[in-house]
């Protein structure tokens, strides 16, 4: 059983063991993800990220950090979503102090070295070059822009290459300071641990006084637009296309009915898309279902990879899908496949101490409450049938559909007038 502690200073400790392993992730987490920025920064919470391994005051430079890491096998990373950015590491359970040293030394002392900042603007503009080579991924970040459009949730989390160029220190030091205060991070640990131990370490190596954030994301709002397609024309080898909606925000009454519509719909293998989009038709290398939720605001879509020459088929065989699961309710045995699938995914995932503190620490971060991997289990199997198909009609109307497309196009009107249901 999970247990969750809040100190004087408001730094949030949760902690969750594993039985039958030796190992032991420390994870940080801090609420300040990529829709605190305005558009003068934005991009500066992944950067921020990058930055807080250069080196503090323990840990000197990069060089330091990793070798003090790779010098007890550990793993370490770190990670910019909307929300919330993370730092873990994850190492034998007898050398976690290394864990909360390094992690401890990054959130109370980066030193944010101008000459460190200069060095690491060239690896992230190659890393969004290596995105903008990448239309799986960044046919996923045009979409969120057509769906959520021009406010922090529909804006690329690494940004812009005008604004990475432009970021100085002043502009980290402040964001910084601003968010990643006590009462804005929380602290995971999941694994083997001794909590007395635990404890005593968070108080030595994460020295934070009581301060609040100084600045919070301005709530979701919708931006009513009549645009339905965004298309970047790109020669590539496959098109690249993501067909969806807005979803429900997490915490939603009907999240788990959600969950499982984009299962049964294409969540793995054996789901409606795969079988008759890829096995039958031949229309496809990948195709998936999936849902984006966050604390106001969420999204379902499916995205494929699709023959140049058939992209009408593949996107009218998607559209049938949408169509299709709206009509008529699923099988008790499809129901019953989609729950044990989920049900399994969530217990092979949370064998390991990393996927573990990132499930607690994100619900002690965001939501009032902490959910047991129990409660979640029941959840799922509460859904009935009934609840997925009025999800369905619920969020596939077909004035709310989007699509998302990279490939050799360029007739975007041709694409837009597929967009409905036959």
């Known amino acids: 059983m999970h247990k969750l502690t809040t100190l004087p200073n408001g730094l949030k400790i949760i902690m969750q ?10 994870l940080c987490l801090v609420g300040a993800g990529s829709r605190y920025e305005t558009k003068e920064i934005n991009g500066i919470s992944h950067y ?3 930055m807080f391994f250069k080196g503090a005051q323990r840990y000197k430079n990069a060089a330091e950090v990793s070798s003090a890491i790779d010098s007890v096998g550990g793993d370490f990373n770190a990670f910019t979503g909307k929300e919330y950015a993370g730092y873990y590491v994850k190492l034998a359970a007898h050398q976690k102090e290394i864990a909360f040293d390094v992690i401890g ?12 900042v200069e060095k690491e603007r060239n690896v992230i503009l190659e890393e969004y070059n290596m995105y903008q080579d990448t239309p799986m991924y960044q ?20 940004g812009t290459k005008k604004i990475i160029k432009a970021l100085q220190r002043d502009q980290f030091v402040k964001y910084k300071n601003d968010l990643y205060t006590p009462e804005n991070t929380v602290i995971s640990v999941s694994g083997k641990y001794d909590e007395n131990e635990v404890m005593k370490l968070i108080e030595k190596y994460f020295p934070m006084p009581a301060v609040k954030r100084a600045i919070n994301f301005q709530p979701y709002q919708e931006i009513p637009s009549g645009k339905k397609i965004i298309m970047q024309h790109k020669k590539t080898e496959q098109g690249h296309i993501i067909i969806g ?16 519509l984009s299962v049964i719909l294409g969540g793995n293998m054996s789901s409606r898309m795969f079988l008759h989009v890829r096995e039958k ?31 009408d088929m593949a996107i009218e065989a998607i559209l049938h899908e949408y169509r299709l699961i ?22 092979l995932r949370l064998e390991d101490s990393e996927e573990y503190a990132h499930m607690m620490g994100k619900q002690a971060l965001l939501y009032p409450d902490v959910r047991t991997v129990d409660n979640i289990l029941k959840r799922i199997d509460a859904v009935t049938a009934a609840d997925i198909k009025r ?17 050799p196009y360029e007739d975007q009107d041709h694409f837009e007038n597929l967009l409905h249901y036959s």
């Open 281 to 311: 038709k031949s229309l496809c290398y990948y195709i998936r279902t999936g849902t984006d939720d966050y604390t106001d605001v969420g999204a379902i879509t499916t995205s494929a990879g699709v023959d140049l020459t058939r992209v």
């Open 17 to 26: 063991p594993i039985e039958g392993t030796k190992s032991c992730t420390v």
């Open 391 to 407: 999800v369905a009609s619920d969020l596939f109307k077909e004035d709310k559909l989007k699509m998302a497309m990279i490939g």
């Open 105 to 116: 030394d990054m959130m109370t002392g980066a030193t944010f070295l101008p000459e460190e």
């Open 139 to 158: 046919v996923g970040w045009d979409f969120e822009r057509l769906l959520f459009g021009d406010q922090p949730m529909g804006w690329d989390q690494i």
């Open 48 to 50: 921020l990220e990058h």
């Open 326 to 347: 709206t009509e008529k309710e699923v099988s008790e045995a499809e129901l019953k496949k989609g729950k044990e699938f989920m049900k399994g995914k969530i217990i």
């Open 245 to 260: 909606f807005p979803g429900l925000p997490a915490r939603h009454n009907d999240e788990y009915a959600e969950k499982l």
